[in-house]
């Protein structure tokens, strides 16, 4: 077996730390010890950059915020879905290492060079209270167990969304106290389970958490904007 080699560390000003391993050509970026991205297997990542996007395909200026970067899978799903050349990806990544170690060490490194992509180092919820009614979609892909937003969290997503466009949410599994959380912010819920993995002995599935600003109309019938 390979040795495993550490890229980087990084701790926080709350005490937390970043990790960021490598053993025989797989990346694995942890979070306090435990596993949070690799790039061994990402297939719940895609589905959810897809599933968020796929209603604003035919979108012209389609704006798109990426909470939580982990390895890139995310972001680069979305840019392969919306490869519109006024499409915009903004990150909200606040650990500004996690973005050089993606620079750095990445698979995905060469979207860094897409001038469509750009990066705040706060997280989605403090850009969203700066941002109302102006984004396509929110993905937002979690680490840990639970998804912990409080309902002035939610209301900001909310708002800062395009009437009819979804924030997408993977979870390990379902969350109820997040779902409900959700719905009193004025989100429109339902779910989807997805494989976690399309590699490895075991199929486990993840959940994505599809939470829409009201009904959607399809561009076709308002005009792309």
Known sequence: MKPLTKLGEYQTDDGSLWELWERDGVLTLQHDGMPCATSFTHGSEDSL???AVS???RAGQPCIMIAGLGLGYGLAKAMQCLPKE??????AEPVAAVVDWNRRFGENAPLW???RVSVETQSAVELCRKRTGSLHAIIMRHSHARCVLSLGD???LFNALKGGSLLAISLAKPDKRLEGTLRKAGFELSSLA???SSKGKQLRFHTLLLARRGRFVPFAERGAN
């Not at 006024?86 to 990150?91: G, Q």
């Open 194 to 196: 997805v494989p976690a």
């Open 113 to 115: 060079e897409d001038k």
């Open 86 to 91: 006024k499409a915009r990806f903004i990150v």
């Open 55 to 57: 209603p604003i395909t």
């Open 154 to 156: 939610a209301q900001a």
């Open 49 to 51: 950059a897809e599933t």
